[in-house]
């Protein structure tokens, strides 16, 4: 069965650094998606893409963060400088239609 | 607004008993979609069930049900027979006209041996 593949798996970066978070959706999804759990918390989204462009945000999306789908088949997610508070899972999401969702496994991210 | 909640913070049954998760949810909307999900310590997401606002039928899928009732926005997910493979945390979830999903805080399921 087709995978969405999100990379690393775990990911530890210092405070103030820029981290990228990696995603390769299942190759004929048109929608793609981020999302993110803090530890022992709800899942939270932050943005959907479509047609190359954000098709909605949440609040938590702010300029800190920015995604991008450089080559057709990578999505990522980008977080400029870290705080502690972004320490999180982050989970990517694709779907064909507009209502079906595949989860990847998600990158544990980690900000010391 | 759109809202979902999970009432049931956490649940400990003992092996082989039913246990029935509850979710309330609320949207304007006439078309929506319910999602469960659950989520084993491993912490990927599994999904289990989708379901659209337009049919109301309860499904059955092995040890699982689901009771999708409109008159109280209700969407509850049953397991029968529990095992303790079924530990984990299930999340509702529901989305509408926006393109994301709204999540509940998600019930955290203990089957004890």
């Known amino acids: 069965e087709p995978e969405v593949t999100q990379t690393p798996s775990h990911q530890v970066t210092q405070m103030g650094q820029e981290v990228i978070l990696r995603c390769v959706p299942i190759s004929n999804h048109l929608y793609f998606y981020w999302y993110r759990q803090i530890l022992g918390q709800k899942v939270e989204f932050l943005v959907s893409f479509y047609n190359n462009e954000i098709s909605e945000k949440s609040e938590i999306f702010d300029d800190q963060f920015s995604v991008e789908r450089p080559d057709g088949s990578n999505f990522t997610l980008k977080i400029r400088s870290t705080k502690l508070e972004d320490s999180a899972m982050y989970f990517c999401?694709?779907?064909?239609?507009?209502?079906?969702?595949?989860f990847g496994s998600g990158t544990r991210l980690t900000v010391v | 607004a759109q809202k979902v909640t999970q009432a049931q913070t956490e649940i400990s049954v003992v092996e082989k008993e039913d246990v029935t998760l509850d979710c309330v949810y609320e949207?304007?909307?006439?078309?929506?979609?319910l999602f469960w999900y659950k989520q084993p310590p491993s912490g990927e997401l599994v999904f289990l069930i989708r379901?659209?606002?337009?049919d109301e039928q309860n499904e059955i899928s092995g040890r699982y049900s689901w009771n999708f009732q409109k008159s109280t926005s209700s969407f509850n997910f049953t397991i029968t027979a529990s095992q303790v493979v079924d530990s984990a945390v299930y999340f509702c979830?529901?989305?509408?006209?926006?393109?994301?999903?709204?999540w509940g805080a998600g019930t955290k399921l203990i089957i004890k041996p």
């Open positions: 379901r659209n606002s337009f």
């Open positions: 979830a529901l989305r509408d006209s926006n393109y994301q999903l709204i």
């Open positions: 999401a694709s779907s064909v239609e507009y209502y079906g969702y595949t």
């Open positions: 949207t304007r909307d006439t078309t929506y979609y």
